[in-house]
């Protein structure tokens, strides 16, 4: 099993930024795929970004120029600096990742932007 531990959530005012961490521990711990999904109250869960073993990245149109995602392979840590937040973005931000191919999930973090 592996377990996704995510930080950096909170509160934050419109045009603010965030960085959020997840961290992935366990049986296994080097994974090929991570991502950060999120979901808004009635909405569907939606992928944010995506960043391979690599460091090759893909985003969503809504947050590309705003938001970056990166990894630290030795800690085998997942990051999204999120700038420019926008009311819109309030949601639950999930950690996910790949391993063995096998899929994670974590237990998501509240991110509320305030206008």
């Known amino acids: 099993q592996v377990q996704l531990v995510e930080s950096g959530g909170g509160l934050v005012q419109a045009g603010g930024s965030l960085r959020l961490s997840c961290a992935a521990s366990?049986?296994?711990?080097?994974?090929?795929?991570m991502a950060w999904h999120r979901q808004a109250p009635g909405k569907q869960r939606e992928l944010v970004a995506r960043i391979y073993y690599d460091g090759t990245t893909n985003y969503a149109d809504s947050v590309k120029g705003r938001f970056t995602i990166s990894r630290d392979n030795a800690k085998n840590t997942m990051y999204l600096q999120m700038n420019s937040l926008k009311p819109e973005n309030t949601a639950v931000y999930y950690c996910f990742a790949i391993a063995a191919g096998r899929q994670y999930w974590g237990q998501g973090t509240q991110v509320t932007v305030s206008s």
């Open positions: 366990g049986s296994i711990t080097s994974t090929n795929t």
